[in-house]
């Protein structure tokens, strides 16, 4: 197994390819050992000192790192708990849930062209940098987002809150007046 790597424009975060499917749908997102129960392969990366976050998407696997540690030191043991994981077929999750957010019940006219712009416009440009973007809400004009993976704590994460997602549904509804990240 060849695992590729990508820089993200988070430089606390690594992108790694395993060259196959991670997640069939969905992302799940880890930011710490306690969290990461649910996960064997998030457990192993978390076993390696100096992991502070990790997040599964379709084809990828992004890893942050703390400020003290280096790549040069890191990247072996991580490329290794991925190999390792990818060898020994266990399942990528120990339950069915998902940590994609997907709201119940009927969403307004202005909430789907909300979520369709995301998943067709945002979500696959984010998920190039090895992060993923979801909806939380919609409410006086504001519309609320999470931010993933790579994203999370990304320098160029507000601008691209505020100068790209922002102008785009502005452009498309109106109604939207501006875009707030939470945690």
């Known amino acids: ?40 392969l998030a457990k192993r990366l978390f076993a390696v000192e100096g992991v502070s976050g990790v997040f599964f998407g379709s084809d990828f696997v992004t890893v942050s790192k703390r400020d003290e540690k280096e790549w040069y030191v890191l990247k072996p043991a991580i490329l290794g708990a991925i190999m390792e994981h990818f060898t020994t077929g266990e399942p990528l999750l120990l ?61 160029s994460s507000t601008a691209t809150l505020k100068m790209g997602i922002e102008n785009l549904l502005k452009h498309y509804i109106p109604e939207v007046s501006e875009v707030r990240a939470v945690m």
């Open 1 to 40: 197994m060849f695992i590729q790597t990508e820089s993200t424009p988070n430089p606390a975060t690594l992108k790694f390819l395993p060259g196959r499917d991670v997640m069939a749908s969905g992302t799940a997102d880890f930011t710490s050992a306690e969290a990461a129960a649910r996960s064997p």
């Open 95 to 155: 339950d069915d849930a998902s940590a994609a957010s997907e709201d119940a019940g009927e969403d307004s006219e202005i909430v789907q062209t909300i979520k369709e712009l995301l998943d067709t416009r945002v979500r696959p440009a984010v998920a190039q940098d090895g992060g993923d973007i979801t909806f939380h809400g919609f409410e006086e004009g504001v519309v609320y987002l999470h931010l993933q993976g790579a994203c999370a704590g990304c320098p």
